[in-house]
């Protein structure tokens, strides 16, 4: 039997799955496999989903299931597609009515599907969005847009807004992802916006990509100029290739040659950006102001009343503009929920523990929003990091495993702090995330390896938080005046992108004026228990005289041990040392 969904077309044989493995065949009928089961359901800002020209800080109710239609490398959802089968223990049955009231408690304006691909659960979705139009609330979702046209005309009369991700313009782009074309989501887009559905695009950028991101905007421009573009920088998760993640200034560049072709271009996982910020077409003027909020999400900061300009242009904004922002606690919200389980397969990784059936338990009690919710509180310190290797393993049965990776962990660590204990001097520490306007939160982990390491870290001195730093002034960042900056492993710039921006900006402080800029390799200071390495490395580099560490046989050993391969044969791995700039 074929499905008739998505443009896959997966002919699906008694008994079996298609591509998405969500639907089968039972006595001649084509059922869903987990109907009205879903894996997260929890409120967010508009703006993490992302959407951002449609009610700007609105509050919606969050929701996904697993599976997706697609195979794309590098994907911040993959622990939610890669083994939908495995994961498919944590769903939990909710009704479309049940759906409606947790949204009505907790004073959201609508539903929006995002995370995993609603085509994957298209008739679950399809359920729920009809009973939210009905109770007056929005509906929303963020889809690769694969969807066949019958499939799509039954869900347009039910959907206000929607965020398509591109995977670029070329059809070899969409076979990457296991997909045959690229014209079936330009088709839908373009039957949406003739319908007046809300459409927003999102777009991939790898290295050597500018013309899929640039393509993409004439192919949208055609259809309709008011058709928001979200290029999203690419970030490596898991072990993604680091040489495919362009820089936060190749980014900006990109963005403004393709706002020549689309006015309305956005640049997300770019920390401190300017280009998140809604602009008038005509006359430039800040209609909107918005800075990084996570991973593939925003936050806006500041915005008119109205979007009309004074110049008297209107802008295409839709809905009310709210006044207040809602702020998702923890890891909660947006993909940053996907970032939390990442980091959990962080951990399983190191204890030999791979997916499948053998974690279903596991994965129904990491689901839970109280464990997401609780763990960012847990990783910001090394105890409480250790706290959650040794909760993993024991739910994993892996208490042996964690037992060793725990007592590694904590061996180096002593190790540190005994060594650092020997020097008379601490030295200013300045932490930032992409560009030197974006500092950490005081109380992130890389601020704690950091004062662990034998710094006195500046980022302390900022009383406001965000996820997970900060926009500060160019008069705060010189008045921090560090000696060292560090330049965090996850979203992050080349040193010498980095000092470049601080003598063009005339940000000279001491670290500036002697060179000491170093980027963390990724996973080296959060996320993985590969920030042991990192917390060597920056001892090493604050205290050379009391750290005489060999940082190459320790990256070796660690490998070996927790991975059992050598590093040089994991392509995303870089070294701390040498990228200095003197």
């Not at 869900?155 to 965020?163: A, G, K, R, S, V």
């Not at 009310?320 to 996907?338: H, K, M, Q, S, V």
């Not at 399983?348 to 974690?359: E, I, N, S």
């Amino acid at each position: 039997m074929k499905c008739r969904i998505c443009e896959q077309g997966c002919t699906i044989p008694e008994g079996s799955t298609g591509i998405c493995r969500m639907y089968t065949v039972r006595g001649g009928e084509f059922v869903e496999r987990h109907p009205d089961a879903y894996l997260t359901v929890m409120p967010v800002s508009i703006e993490t989903v992302p959407v951002l020209h449609y009610s700007p800080r609105a509050k919606v109710l969050q929701v996904s299931t697993v599976g997706c239609t697609f195979s794309c490398p590098g994907c911040i959802s993959e622990v939610l597609i890669g083994d939908p089968d495995g994961i498919a223990g944590a769903l939990r049955h909710r009704s479309p009515a049940g759906m409606v009231e947790r949204a009505e408690a907790e004073g959201c304006s609508g539903i929006v599907f995002c995370l995993n691909e609603p085509a994957a659960s298209f008739p679950t979705f399809l359920r729920l969005a009809r009973a939210a139009q009905e109770a007056g609330l929005s509906v929303g979702c963020s889809t690769n847009g694969y969807f066949t046209e019958e499939a799509l005309n039954a869900l347009i009369p039910h959907l206000d807004y929607m965020n398509v991700g591109l995977k670029g313009v070329s059809d070899g782009r969409y076979r990457a992802c296991g997909a045959a074309h690229a014209a079936p989501v330009f088709r839908n887009i373009g039957l949406c916006a003739a319908a007046g559905v809300h459409v927003e695009a999102s777009v991939m950028y790898l290295r050597g990509g500018e013309e899929e991101v640039l393509g993409a905007a004439r192919r949208l421009v055609g259809i309709s100029p008011e058709i928001p573009l979200q290029v999203m920088r690419f970030v490596p998760f898991g072990d993604a290739c680091a040489g495919d993640e362009p820089t936060v200034l190749e980014s900006e560049d990109l963005c403004r040659r393709a706002r020549e072709i689309l006015p309305f271009v956005y640049l997300f996982n770019s920390p401190g950006t300017p280009c998140l910020d809604t602009l008038c077409p005509r006359c430039g003027e800040r209609i909107i102001g918005r800075e990084f909020y996570g991973p593939m999400g925003a936050r806006t900061v500041w915005a008119r009343s109205s979007p009309v300009c004074s110049c008297g242009e209107r802008l295409p904004v839709r809905g009310a503009i709210g006044t207040e922002c809602f702020d998702e606690p923890g890891l909660l919200g947006g993909y940053r929920t996907t970032r939390a389980f990442e980091m959990v397969r962080a951990i399983l990784a190191c204890l030999g523990a791979g997916d499948g059936a053998a974690l279903q338990g596991f994965w129904s009690g990491i689901v839970n929003e109280n464990f997401i919710g609780g763990m960012h509180d847990r990783i910001q310190t090394i105890d409480g990091y250790l706290g959650l290797v040794d909760d993993i393993g024991a739910r994993a049965g892996r208490q042996e495993e964690a037992a060793a990776l725990h007592a590694w962990l904590s061996d180096r660590t002593e190790q540190v702090m005994v060594a650092v204990a020997g020097s008379d001097r601490r030295p200013r520490l300045y932490y930032s995330m992409g560009t030197p306007l974006f500092a950490l939160n005081a109380g992130r982990f890389e601020v704690c390896l950091a004062g662990t390491a034998g710094a006195t870290v500046v980022n302390r001195q900022i009383p406001r938080k965000g996820k997970p730093g900060v926009n500060i002034s160019s008069e705060e960042f010189l008045a921090l005046n560090p000696e060292v900056i560090i330049v965090s492993g996850f979203l992050s710039a080349p040193a010498e992108d980095y000092l470049r921006f601080c003598h063009e900006g005339g940000l000279i402080v001491d670290a500036v004026r002697t060179g000491a800029v170093y980027t963390m390799p990724p996973g080296w200071d959060f996320g993985s228990p590969r920030w042991v390495l990192g917390l060597m490395a920056l001892a090493a580099t604050l205290h050379p005289d009391h750290c005489a560490f060999d940082l190459d046989e320790e990256e070796r050993a660690f490998y070996r041990r927790f991975y059992g391969v050598d590093p040089e044969a994991v392509n995303h791995n870089r070294s701390f040392r040498g990228t200095t700039v003197k």
